[in-house]
């Protein structure tokens, strides 16, 4: 259907930054509805139409123009009028990512839009239905008249578009919200958290300064002893870092830059960029256009002094189709465990890696290898030999089992003389006569092959034949990190640091050593943690939806959500191996769940204490702010919003780090032997890796050995030192610190205090003082140089010196406050285990803050008390806080500089 004549809906606005000296300058932009083309041959009934009014509202104008299966080529065709000429970024937006189109306006060339454009938010209209800003890329126009055309070819399956908008500065998405649009909604006792783009002007808060001038100024990030350094000055670094997916080398360098100055501004340093660059098409090859926005990444996280951390490969990634080498797979097979002994994958992966590494930027004439803002390189995401998805002829096809039999055959030749002497070996150990009772499945002796046991029959069997193959399984696994980290850095030259990966296994305490030894060949060590209540439904691993079922849990009581014990398993425990640096690529307090406003403060107080070298929160991505909260939100006021006190304590060392609680030394042949040892990491996975798990099974229950108390990681550093010969452990008396009757645990340099009990955590340093937790039920909590006293439930109130000085003299602070975020409209009535009625939508909302903050300093009537807005600008300045007045909280405001003096603007 041709829709001439129809006349087009357009909005030409005029955006404009704060009034006075946080003024931007005015950003133009145009705004038009898609479903009123100047001509076009969609049909005109869309079938991705709501047909709740309700449901609608969630469209610009309520409507979108859309078509399934079309059967022919489709085009849209408008007219607009631009007021200035200048260079403009073009959004639209579209269903998902369905409907990859090609656009252009009058005569220019024609633009791409692909299919795996980032999504900047994202709106449900229904079960697989969802609307999404994407960004399209830079457009020079001028003033007056233009067309702009959009082609779709034949074989589209689905497409639809709701709006477009041309913007001459940054945009952050917010759902049908326009430029200076806001929600303003909110139910009573909250507030809408809705803040105006950021100008990046002089802001009273801004972190920036906390990063190098430019990222690799001081050389390399490099491993030395159990911290990492700077290669050229030896400074010691510690990360605050944010997890982001490929998505984002899709973004204009406006964008780019806008995104890395945001982070830097909240006390980031560092990004993992986690997805594929291979092709599509081709997985043996690397993308041209995904290099290309690596590069333009790099150069505005270099320009913010921000880091790079690279994940290239996870297997959920890759289902190889007609790959030479990777027989056996189709459908939606993923390539777990293969990358630890195919050789024709490790190529392919040696070879994204090559091109990656070695192509130069246009940005900065560097490679990757030159360029030291790439810090760091995974090998792999989130794959062991020694998890559950190690599942021969069932998640490893049978092509490439035989590959894995031959080499479990020659290594049984080297270690017995052969695969007969081998048998007769196991005939004599093994518990239940020859071959452990039955001969197994790959077992071709004459072939040279010999089957290979899962975990879960290592764990059961634990006879001779499962220690050979525990043994065969760790030596394969450290053999590739081994081969592959000299790859990386003898042949072609990389002079950051490498990890292996940062997976769990099926007995944290059995298996968990063999598979952290088999990494120590790397230059760290990593791990991923997630924390929160049960959340049930079909798609509960990587959606909040309508009619899922979930509990809130507080890690601060220990609470599983599920009733019962209290689990003292949490990912901020970091367990050490080898003295080598220790980080956690992934955490988060994953929605849905109230009691997220611990996450930040917890991980840096705790993992200052232990030691820790790195969180990478999961996960961001967001230009600025996110509008609401997704199963992994992160850009919100309880995850972000939490980062610059969080940042300051972790990054300066604020917190003490701990003496040793304990240091376990291990003998790696008991290792072999499957004894194990009596302490372990928490393994905490994320709800899209649980479904990994067997029916039944959690994770590390299969058995396990005498336990070290857990709670020993809250009084300071535990490690485990795996080695040939072994040696003698040293674990401290902490009788005095551990008290389970009273449910409170205080670390070894007496500045935390973990009450379970109550459910709060207090922070008494010299720098940095406040607490998290359930604040109402604590009543007054006096600290070293700060009291506090709120009627808030739960939530977290820190004081941090902002110029390196203890607060008792400290000339600049911040006082940083936070409650509970969530959607507007979420609905899930009634407690404990319930289901969602209505996870809401646009925009978050925060309860309301109060309670009264005071310092005990004797020039506390000289101190200036300026409330800042969500940006970290100043809103407007108090007057001296007097002879012992408290700080009032106001309802609206996360974040106060405190200062004693003259007015200043900025550290």
């Known amino acids: 259907m041709t829709r001439a004549g129809v006349s087009i809906l357009l909005l030409v606005g005029l955006a404009v930054g704060t009034e006075g000296p946080l003024s931007s300058a005015p950003r133009g932009w145009i705004w038009w509805e898609a479903e009123t083309p100047r001509s076009g041959n969609f049909p005109a009934d869309n079938p991705f139409q709501p047909a709740e009014v309700a449901v609608a509202k969630a469209l610009s104008g309520g409507k979108w123009i859309g078509a399934v299966h079309p059967g022919k080529a489709l085009f849209l065709e408008y007219a607009i009028e631009v007021p200035k000429g200048a260079d403009y970024s073009f959004y639209a937006r579209k269903f998902w990512r369905h409907g990859p189109f090609k656009w252009r306006f009058d005569g220019q060339p024609w633009r791409e839009c692909p299919r795996d454009v980032p999504l900047l938010d994202d709106a449900p209209l229904a079960k697989f239905v969802n609307v999404n800003w994407v960004p399209l890329g830079a457009v020079k126009l001028a003033a007056g008249k233009h067309t702009v055309r959009i082609e779709l070819p034949a074989d589209t399956e689905a497409v639809a578009f709701d709006c477009f908008l041309l913007i001459d500065g940054p945009f952050e998405a917010h759902g049908r919200m326009k430029p200076g649009e806001k929600y303003g909604v909110a139910p009573a006792g909250w507030f809408p958290f809705e803040p105006d783009p950021d100008p990046f002007g002089d802001a009273a808060l801004d972190l920036r300064f906390l990063n190098e001038k430019a990222a690799g100024d001081g050389g390399f990030i490099q491993a030395r002893g159990d911290s990492f350094v700077h290669q050229k000055t030896g400074q010691s670094i510690r990360f605050w870092a944010i997890n982001v997916g490929h998505e984002v080398l899709a973004y204009d360098d406006v964008a780019l830059d806008g995104f890395a100055r945001h982070l830097a501004k909240f006390g980031v340093n560092m990004v993992r960029l986690h997805g594929p660059l291979w092709r599509e098409d081709d997985p043996s090859q690397l993308d041209g256009r995904k290099l290309a926005g690596l590069h333009r990444l790099v150069a505005a996280l270099k320009r913010q002094g921000i880091y790079l951390a690279l994940s290239s ?142 975990p879960g029959e290592i764990l059961s069997r634990r006879d001779g034949r499962a220690q050979d193959t525990a043994e065969f399984l760790a030596a394969l696994q450290r053999r590739f990190y081994d081969q592959t980290t000299a790859y990386l850095k003898r042949d072609l030259g990389f002079k950051g640091s490498v990890t292996g990966s940062n997976w769990i296994t099926a007995d944290a305490r059995v298996l968990g050593p063999l598979d952290k030894w088999s990494n120590a060949g790397c230059d760290f060590m990593d791990r991923h943690g997630y924390y929160g209540g049960p959340h049930e439904g079909e798609r509960a691993g990587y959606l909040l939806s309508d009619g899922d079922r979930y509990n809130d849990a507080s890690a601060l009581r220990f609470e599983t959500g599920k009733g019962g014990q209290p689990s003292f398993e949490l990912p901020l425990m970091d367990l050490a191996y080898n003295g080598k640096p220790s980080t956690i690529s992934e955490i988060n307090w994953a929605p849905p769940n109230r009691y997220r406003a611990e996450m930040s403060v917890l991980a840096a107080a705790y993992g200052s204490l232990q030691g820790s070298d790195a969180f990478f929160f999961f996960a961001g991505g967001e230009l600025g702010w996110a509008d609401h909260l997704t199963k992994f939100s992160i850009s919100d006021p309880a995850g972000v919003g939490q980062f610059p006190a969080a940042a300051l304590i972790f990054r300066q060392g604020l917190v003490r780090t701990g003496e040793l609680a304990l240091r376990l030394e291990a003998k790696l042949s008991d290792l072999y032997a499957l004894r194990g040892i009596p302490v372990s990491a928490p393994q905490n996975l994320d709800g899209f890796r649980k479904k990994d798990l067997p029916a039944g099974q959690t994770p590390g229950s299969v058995e396990s050995v005498e336990s070290i108390d857990p709670l020993a990681f809250l009084t300071g550093r535990v490690e485990v030192n795996v080695t040939a010969t072994g040696g003698i452990s040293k674990m401290a008396n902490l009788s005095g610190l551990i008290d389970r009757q009273s449910k409170i645990v205080r670390s070894a340099t007496g ?157």
């Open 751 to 907: 500045e935390l205090r973990w009450d379970y009990g109550r459910g709060l955590v207090t922070i008494d340093a010299p720098a940095a003082q406040g607490a998290t937790g359930f604040l109402s039920k604590a009543g007054t909590i006096a600290l070293g140089d700060v009291t506090i006293a709120s009627r808030l439930e739960y939530g977290s109130i820190l004081v941090v010196s902002l110029d390196d000085r203890p607060l008792k003299t400290s000339g600049r602070m911040l006082l940083q406050v936070m409650s509970e975020d969530n959607n507007f409209g979420w609905s899930a009535p009634g407690t404990g285990l319930r289901a969602i009625s209505d996870v809401g939508g646009p925009p978050i909302v925060v309860k309301k803050l109060e309670g009264e903050v005071s310092l005990k300093r004797a020039d506390a009537p000289a101190l200036r008390v300026s409330p800042l807005d969500d940006n970290g600008y100043r809103t407007a300045v108090e007057g001296p806080i007097g002879g012992g007045r408290n700080i009032t909280l106001r309802p609206t405001t996360l974040y106060y500089l405190i200062e004693a003096g003259a007015r200043r603007t900025h550290g």
């Open 313 to 454: 490969y996870f297997p959920v990634w890759l289902q190889p189709k007609a790959v030479p080498g990777l027989d056996g797979y189709g459908g939606d097979k993923s390539t777990f465990a293969i990358a630890f002994f195919n050789p024709r994958f490790q190529e392919i992966q040696k070879g994204w890696w090559r091109d990656a590494l070695t192509a130069k930027s246009p940005q900065s004439g560097l490679t990757l290898l030159q360029d030291p803002t790439l810090a760091f390189i995974e090998i792999q995401n989130e794959d062991s030999l020694f998890f559950w998805t190690f599942s021969p002829y069932d998640n490893v096809p049978a092509p490439q089992m035989e590959l894995l039999e031959r080499q479990f055959g020659d290594w049984l030749k080297a270690r017995y003389g052969g695969i007969g002497a081998a048998l007769a070996h196991w005939n004599g150990k093994g518990l239940f006569g020859c071959w452990g009772g039955t001969k197994m499945k790959g077992d071709l002796p004459a072939a040279g092959r010999v089957g290979v046991l899962p």
